[in-house]
């Protein structure tokens, strides 16, 4: 939105040109989505608390949550707003990845607050069923990857690259659809497992998405993606500045949510950003380096599998609790050491999937 009127103020003067380029919008983007963080979210929490939207901790799980009952949640649509308001001040609206985006993350976080809102404001303790709540994700993310696919305009838009392997991409046609439903819904999904724990969620998900962005910058960079031997996905680079929102957005979140929490993220914001992650892999085309680099999302997710698998056909439980983060608490580890070791088993796996740029 801020881009026309800044291409509109070029034509006076020649320092407003500085706005056409994608990293000073990045940053732009992150430095506007933490203000707005800063100075929303303590009268959100404020609000929240009035109307008593508190969380409610299950009784078989670690003793030590007992004590965040009550705390205020629903607290991702801080994230979604915000992350929303930032792309359309900085970005290109004129590039279709970004409207993608934005449908996506909006979207999803409208079915994470219709369930939060039936749990937490009409008091109905199962929310939304658990397969209204999948139809709904199904529709959003079956939508976005047909448009993806029918708006493509070269070969290389709905390839798939292999990791390491320079030159080698395969092609699955219209498998492209149902691959890409797969993604979206289940790092949506992946996300909100993982959201057990003051900030754990929250800053995997902002490392992860600040790397997509440096994918999206690549790919989008016909110099780069030449040298980087990827390829070149003209556009792509604009997703920069989403990413910078979701940074920027995040980091002011986790300002209100680390340990120990003042206001927790709700399905509306775990939903959002876990369907935001994923359709940032699929336009990047880099989707098996986002299941890398987010190993926590997916290690998370494994582990509430097997877990279910695993008692119904021995009657054994594989961990203490599920998801894993649980199991970790019941081991006797404090609730912070968690978050933190998470955070950097994160870090590594990021700079593992940041190396898969150049060795190839």
Avoid at 273 to 287: C, H, K, M, N, S
Wanted: with cysteine; glycine share 12%; net charge positive.
């Amino acid at each position: 939105m801020l881009l026309f009127l800044t291409e509109y103020l070029t034509r006076y003067d020649s320092a407003f040109h500085v706005f056409s380029y994608l990293t000073f919008r990045a940053i732009l983007g992150v430095l506007t989505a933490l203000l707005l963080s800063f100075l929303t979210g303590p009268s959100m929490i404020r609000r929240l608390s009035s109307r008593q939207i508190g969380q409610s901790v299950r009784n078989d799980g670690p003793q030590s949550h007992l004590a965040k009952a009550g705390t205020p949640t629903m607290g991702g649509t801080l994230i979604l707003v915000t992350i929303i308001i930032t792309a359309l001040l900085w970005s290109d609206l004129r590039n279709r990845y970004v409207w993608v985006l934005i449908g996506v993350t909006a979207a999803f976080g409208l079915i994470g607050f219709a369930d939060d809102y039936r749990k937490l404001v009409l008091r109905n303790s199962k929310g939304l069923s658990a397969g209204g709540k999948y139809f709904l994700q199904s529709l959003v993310g079956l939508a976005a990857a047909v448009v993806l696919y029918i708006s493509h305009r070269d070969a290389a838009e709905i390839e798939y690259i292999v990791p390491l392997l320079k030159h080698v991409s395969l092609s699955f046609g219209g498998f492209f659809i149902l691959i890409t439903y797969f993604v979206v819904v289940g790092m949506s999904n992946a996300v909100n497992l993982t959201d057990g724990l003051d900030g754990l969620a929250i800053m995997p998900a902002v490392m992860v998405g600040g790397a997509l962005g440096v994918f999206g910058y690549a790919s989008g960079n016909f110099n780069f993606a030449h040298y980087l031997t990827i390829p070149y996905l003209p556009g792509a680079g604009e997703i920069v500045v989403y990413c910078g929102a979701l940074v920027g957005a995040g980091l002011g979140f986790l300002w209100f949510n680390a340990y120990p929490a003042q206001v927790f993220m709700g399905d509306v914001g775990a939903l959002a950003l876990g369907a935001a992650l994923g359709t940032l892999g699929v336009i990047v085309r880099q989707e098996i380096v986002l299941f890398i680099m987010g190993g926590v999302f997916v290690m998370e997710t494994v582990s509430v599998i097997l877990q279910v698998g695993s008692f119904k056909l021995t009657g054994h439980r594989l961990f203490r609790m599920a998801p894993l983060h649980h199991h970790f608490e019941l081991k006797g580890w404090p609730e912070p050491r968690v978050i933190v070791r998470f955070w950097i088993i994160t870090v590594i796996l990021v700079l593992i999937g940041l190396s898969t740029l150049k060795v190839r």
